[in-house]
């Protein structure tokens, strides 16, 4: 411990006669000059530029080269740090020229290369993420760089390592590792989107190959950025046939499931048993658009604006009805019961002519059909069958207005419908007059 004080209190003394000699030199001096002449003329400039110069003045909204006057425009914040390094690296050459030093100055101008990166990140960075992180880890890192103690720091974080047979895993490695894997994983994210927006907006291929090649090709994104950060690292595949082994061994237990949807999702698009659009009804009773096929799940959109998440595995190992795969019209049936009072054979035109006004009613594959299903204990039940194109929820509710259309055409032929109290009261009637005779 005193040894180490000893040589920390030698190395202070040190630090402090070299300061002495720097505020006793002529040269110390001038090159503070230059800097503070340098900063002065780079904030005059930079004022008058600002001031006189049409394309800084204000921003453009129209006229002829539009987007080239609103990219000069945007760089009137970089001006005043690039003429600073400007002003900086002429006051280098000028001290070396002069006084035979200018080690000062570089360190001027290394920090105002520091500043134009500063600058330009606060104004072409605008993402959160982005740009906290270039300002709290790209920065540092250009200053280090910029004073020449990049190699230095390399080096020493290079040494400390943890190696484990052929596998030897540094501090460096790690930073690089998080450093180049976040900048490639966002890249092959943002890439990916895009290429699978364009691949999307085809309309001249179908729905199915459209998703499947969305899909093959974020696959191949990422793989390619895995690839890329393992080269970037410098990394031995060989070595990593322990890791693909345990990497195997965890898709056996833990990453089962994950597994599981996945391929799950690759059969659906390949057997194509579903599609963007289609209304699906689950095992449980609830149902949704398919909006999204994702690569674990997919998402059902429900006509009360909620979203369910549907593992990919559920469409493989459990029974779904899918309302409209190949063919989006549907058949409904609206029964109804009428009195025995009523001669029923008045009934199936009177309601068939009735629900054929209805412009959601089809007359293909088959027109409106009005049966007699049996006779009940308290009147004759009757169905009317009919199609539509579409679902009956959401947009194409139309349930109502058949049901509406059945009773307006019940009403207007004095049908009555039967219920159990309208039985019982006939049976009451019935006793009363039996019992008078």
């Known amino acids: 411990m005193t040894s180490y004080w000893q040589t920390l209190q030698a190395d202070g003394l040190a630090a402090a006669d070299k300061l002495k000699g720097w505020l006793a030199s002529p040269p110390f001096y001038a090159q503070v000059i230059i800097l503070l002449v340098g900063w002065l003329l780079s904030r005059i400039v930079t004022r008058q530029v600002l001031a006189r110069v049409p394309l800084f003045r204000a ?3 129209e006229g002829r080269l539009l987007k080239v006057r609103q ?14 390094f400007l002003f900086l690296a002429i006051g280098s050459a000028i001290a070396d020229a002069s006084v035979g030093a200018s080690w000062l ?3 001027g101008q290394s920090l105002a290369l520091v500043y134009v990166l500063y600058a330009a990140i606060n104004r072409f960075l605008p993402h959160p993420v982005i740009n906290a992180a270039a300002r709290w880890i790209g920065l540092p890192v250009a200053a280090i760089y910029a004073l020449g103690y990049f190699g230095t720091l390399t080096a020493y974080l290079d040494g400390i390592a943890f190696q484990a047979g052929n596998i030897r895993i540094s501090v460096l490695a790690l930073a690089k590792a998080a450093l180049f894997g ?5 890249l092959g994210r943002t890439s990916s989107t895009a290429g699978q927006k364009v691949i999307r907006d085809q309309q001249a291929v179908d729905i199915q190959t459209r998703e499947l090649a969305a899909k093959a090709l974020e696959i191949a994104v990422f793989a390619i950025v895995g690839l890329l950060l393992l080269n970037i690292l410098g990394m031995d595949l060989t070595a990593l046939a322990v890791f693909g082994g345990a990497l195997g061994v965890g898709v056996g237990f833990g990453l089962q499931q994950i597994a599981s949807n996945f391929i799950s999702g690759i059969i659906i698009l390949l057997e194509r048993s579903l599609k963007i ?5 689950l095992e449980d ?3 949704g658009t398919l909006r999204q096929l994702n690569m674990r799940s997919s998402t059902l959109e429900t006509f009360d604006g909620k979203e369910i998440m549907v593992p990919n595995e559920r469409f493989i190992t459990t029974r779904f009805v899918n309302w409209t795969r190949a063919d989006p019209r549907q058949r409904y049936e609206v029964p109804f019961v009428v009195t025995y009072d ?3 054979h008045k009934v199936p035109p009177l309601i068939e002519a009735a629900l054929s006004t209805h412009p959601s009613v089809l007359q293909e594959p088959e027109k409106v059909s009005c049966e007699l299903k049996k006779f009940g204990d308290f009147g004759a039940h009757f169905a009317v069958k009919f199609w539509v194109n579409g679902i009956d929820d959401g947009p194409n509710n139309f349930t109502s207005d058949v049901h509406f259309l059945v009773w307006d055409a019940l009403q207007k032929g004095k049908i009555k419908l039967a219920t159990p109290h309208h039985q019982v009261a006939l049976m009451a009637n019935d006793f009363v007059i039996g019992k008078k005779t």
Not at 71 to 84: D, E, H, K, N, T
């Open 59 to 61: 921003e453009p909204t």
């Open 71 to 84: 990219i000069v425009y945007s760089l009137r914040s970089l001006l005043g740090p690039a003429l600073l």
């Open 105 to 107: 100055v570089r360190i």
């Open 182 to 186: 976040g900048v490639l994983f966002w």
């Open 277 to 281: 659009g289609d209304y699906i009804e």
């Open 285 to 287: 009773g609830r149902t």
């Open 342 to 344: 009523t001669d029923l």
